[in-house]
């Protein structure tokens, strides 16, 4: 690889040794931070290096590092459970985030307690290893655990690809592990000859690659979002196949006018035994044509973009050693929250609670960690975690139902029924203070734009109605903002992109309808687009269908006309 010729990430994956590089020294050098070339394999083991951005200019950066919890399909048991909330206690300043890929992220973990945390995480027996970095990432799928042949075989493909696409380097286990089980404690680097990467090869792949699986009836895992999605055809009940789809993707960079957010487009049909190996074809095609010059147009839908969807399929059926055929017409038609008490179909119910933006904290008003606890505790109950960041309770009795909504009330969080629908189906990323590319809030701004937009919608007669609100506090889009039926991208301090006409099944993406809005403008400015909205829609049309049917000039007429 000529180093002229590609960005200065592939040069460290490179040099690495299979994702080494000096970690092990930097681990006991004393410093609370790690050096960038560190930071960027670092990602491939689970950790981000960040510091609390509203301590900046009150003297040096306070350094931390967020982890991030692999959780194929989204599920974990209560002792898991219970295992981060400890990590949370213990080293993340008493927090817990649900995330918008079905993980966990634990965050203001110092460089001290980087090594005991990783540890405790892999002792419940999961893994930070893929979470991040430029590798297939977290493998979503629906988490309904209902008790049916087609979810049951969705979520056995996740596992399945999780397990494949897991990288194989030793160093994980070298620098995270190897103690735990051998008592040594003399962080070692390893040789890179011993390793090999079967998928990967050395320089792993361009970017990030995200995977995920979803039915046509209920896209609640966003899967046109994902670099590969795999939605399940079904027919008499059972999964008799997929639709691939490739080259969706959110992140963008306003300054640079190549890149933009793209939904993913079928692809071609595979039976559920070819699946792994189309997927193996379509991550190598990747791998070997995907630019590794700019990291800003690596993801795979420019790739597709570039190329074209039938140059592209050419070179996956060549890749995987046969043709493949034409995908089948079903098409996403529904999205499910999963909140609120569902039937599991053996006989036990599954509740789904709906947290605010993932996060799992106590303060005076709410206590949603205690009540998880002593959910755990009581019942026992698995957990899956969902793409809205809530998590399911799976395997209740139903003789159980009233003593856990009690649970619920005793600590003061509110049933899922018994928030606006509006709140239900918002989320926001991180955003500041902890995350590197956050220029402005997200999680800390959305409950006050929610509770003040809420309160409006219930005065216009529209308190019901189901629309998506997804905020983030960069355009790198980790919440999805692009495709919602509301986008709200944070542009600068305090300032946010607004966008409109996405739809809440995740089919359509929006358009930009103002850049730079102020937090204290976005309700009002959404006020009017509401009231038009009420005047002047269809029978049963949703609000992201009208402003989609409307047209970004209609509504810009209409707002200087109510102005």
Same mark, same amino acid.
């Given at each position: 690889?000529?180093?002229?010729?590609?960005?200065?990430?592939?040069?460290?994956?490179?040099?690495?040794?299979?994702?080494?590089?000096?970690?092990?020294?930097?681990?006991?050098?004393?410093?609370?931070?790690?050096?960038?070339?560190?930071?960027?394999?670092?990602?491939?083991?689970?950790?981000?290096?960040?510091?609390?951005?509203?301590?900046?200019?009150?003297?040096?950066?306070?350094?931390?590092?967020?982890?991030?919890?692999?959780?194929?399909?989204?599920?974990?048991?209560?002792?898991?459970?219970?295992?981060?909330?400890?990590?949370?206690?213990?080293?993340?300043?008493?927090?817990?985030?649900?995330?918008?890929?079905?993980?966990?992220?634990?965050?203001?973990?110092?460089?001290?307690?980087?090594?005991?945390?990783?540890?405790?995480?892999?002792?419940?027996?999961?893994?930070?290893?893929?979470?991040?970095?430029?590798?297939?990432?977290?493998?979503?799928?629906?988490?309904?655990?209902?008790?049916?042949?087609?979810?049951?075989?969705?979520?056995?493909?996740?596992?399945?690809?999780?397990?494949?696409?897991?990288?194989?380097?030793?160093?994980?286990?070298?620098?995270?592990?190897?103690?735990?089980?051998?008592?040594?404690?003399?962080?070692?680097?390893?040789?890179?000859?011993?390793?090999?990467?079967?998928?990967?090869?050395?320089?792993?792949?361009?970017?990030?690659?995200?995977?995920?699986?979803?039915?046509?009836?209920?896209?609640?895992?966003?899967?046109?979002?994902?670099?590969?999605?795999?939605?399940?055809?079904?027919?008499?009940?059972?999964?008799?196949?997929?639709?691939?789809?490739?080259?969706?993707?959110?992140?963008?960079?306003?300054?640079?006018?190549?890149?933009?957010?793209?939904?993913?487009?079928?692809?071609?049909?595979?039976?559920?035994?070819?699946?792994?190996?189309?997927?193996?074809?379509?991550?190598?095609?990747?791998?070997?044509?995907?630019?590794?010059?700019?990291?800003?147009?690596?993801?795979?839908?420019?790739?597709?973009?570039?190329?074209?969807?039938?140059?592209?399929?050419?070179?996956?059926?060549?890749?995987?050693?046969?043709?493949?055929?034409?995908?089948?017409?079903?098409?996403?038609?529904?999205?499910?929250?999963?909140?609120?008490?569902?039937?599991?179909?053996?006989?036990? /119910?599954?509740? %789904?609670? +709906?947290?605010?933006?993932? !996060?799992?904290?106590?303060?005076?008003?709410?206590? #949603?960690? @205690?009540?998880?606890?002593?959910?755990?505790?009581?019942?026992?109950?698995?957990?899956?975690?969902?793409?809205?960041?809530?998590?399911?309770?799976?395997?209740?009795?139903?003789?159980?139902?009233?003593?856990?909504?009690?649970?619920?009330?005793?600590?003061?969080?509110?049933?899922?029924?018994?928030?606006?629908?509006?709140?239900?189906?918002?989320?926001?990323?991180?955003?500041?203070?902890?995350?590197?590319?956050?220029?402005?809030?997200?999680?800390?701004?959305?409950?006050?734009?929610?509770?003040?937009?809420?309160?409006?919608?219930?005065?216009?007669?529209?308190?019901?109605?189901?629309?998506?609100?997804?905020?983030?506090?960069?355009?790198?889009?980790?919440?999805?903002?692009?495709?919602?039926?509301?986008?709200?991208?944070?542009?600068?301090?305090?300032?946010?992109? /607004?966008?409109? %006409?996405? +739809?809440?099944?995740?089919? !359509?993406?929006?358009?930009?309808?103002?850049?730079? #809005?102020? @937090?204290?403008?976005?309700?009002?400015?959404?006020?009017?687009?509401?009231?038009?909205?009420?005047?002047?829609?269809?029978?049963?049309?949703?609000?992201?269908?009208?402003?989609?049917?409307?047209?970004?000039?209609?509504?810009?007429?209409?707002?200087?006309?109510?102005?």
């Amino acid at each position: 690889m000529s180093e002229n010729k590609v960005s200065a990430v592939e040069i460290i994956k490179e040099n690495s040794r299979f994702l080494r590089g000096d970690i092990a020294q930097e681990l006991c050098d004393g410093n609370d931070f790690f050096s960038k070339e560190s930071i960027q394999l670092l990602k491939h083991h689970g950790t981000y290096q960040q510091d609390d951005r509203d301590l900046r200019g009150k003297g040096e950066k306070a350094y931390s590092l967020m982890v991030r919890t692999r959780v194929p399909g989204g599920k974990v048991t209560s002792d898991q459970m219970l295992a981060h909330l400890d990590l949370g206690d213990a080293f993340g300043r008493g927090k817990l985030r649900v995330t918008s890929r079905q993980a966990f992220q634990l965050h203001y973990i110092l460089k001290s307690n980087i090594r005991e945390a990783i540890g405790r995480i892999n002792q419940c027996g999961l893994s930070t290893l893929a979470a991040c970095g430029d590798v297939c990432r977290n493998v979503m799928c629906c988490p309904a655990p209902y008790d049916d042949p087609a979810h049951q075989q969705m979520q056995q493909l996740a596992d399945a690809l999780a397990e494949h696409f897991r990288p194989r380097t030793r160093a994980y286990y070298e620098l995270w592990l190897k103690d735990l089980e051998t008592g040594e404690k003399e962080l070692v680097g390893g040789q890179a000859e011993e390793d090999v990467e079967p998928i990967y090869g050395r320089h792993y792949l361009p970017r990030k690659f995200k995977i995920g699986i979803a039915l046509p009836t209920d896209n609640c895992i966003d899967i046109l979002t994902h670099d590969l999605g795999f939605l399940a055809i079904i027919r008499d009940g059972n999964v008799i196949g997929y639709n691939v789809l490739v080259g969706g993707g959110m992140g963008v960079t306003p300054t640079n006018k190549k890149t933009f957010p793209a939904l993913a487009q079928p692809l071609a049909f595979v039976t559920p035994e070819q699946a792994i190996d189309v997927a193996t074809a379509v991550v190598g095609v990747q791998r070997d044509f995907g630019n590794r010059e700019d990291r800003k147009v690596a993801r795979l839908k420019y790739l597709v973009n570039n190329w074209g969807l039938e140059k592209f399929k050419a070179k996956v059926e060549e890749y995987y050693g046969a043709e493949l055929p034409a995908p089948e017409a079903d098409q996403v038609t529904e999205v499910d929250d999963h909140m609120g008490w569902a039937e599991q179909g053996n006989g036990r /119910l599954v509740y %789904g609670l +709906s947290l605010e933006n993932g !996060r799992i904290y106590d303060d005076e008003a709410c206590q #949603v960690k @205690s009540a998880i606890r002593e959910i755990c505790a009581a019942f026992a109950p698995g957990i899956r975690l969902t793409a809205q960041q809530s998590l399911l309770f799976t395997d209740i009795d139903p003789a159980n139902r009233q003593a856990l909504e009690a649970i619920l009330r005793k600590h003061h969080v509110p049933l899922s029924a018994d928030r606006s629908t509006v709140d239900r189906w918002s989320m926001a990323c991180v955003g500041l203070p902890t995350c590197g590319l956050a220029v402005t809030d997200s999680e800390r701004a959305l409950p006050g734009i929610i509770a003040s937009l809420e309160t409006k919608l219930e005065e216009l007669g529209l308190g019901d109605e189901a629309l998506t609100i997804h905020m983030t506090g960069c355009p790198n889009g980790c919440a999805r903002p692009y495709n919602s039926d509301i986008g709200l991208v944070g542009k600068g301090r305090d300032k946010y992109t /607004l966008l409109l %006409g996405g +739809s809440r099944l995740g089919t !359509r993406l929006n358009f930009l309808y103002r850049d730079l #809005v102020p @937090s204290d403008e976005i309700v009002p400015t959404l006020l009017t687009l509401f009231q038009y909205f009420k005047q002047a829609r269809e029978p049963g049309e949703s609000f992201g269908d009208f402003c989609a049917r409307k047209g970004l000039d209609d509504l810009i007429a209409h707002g200087e006309a109510s102005a």
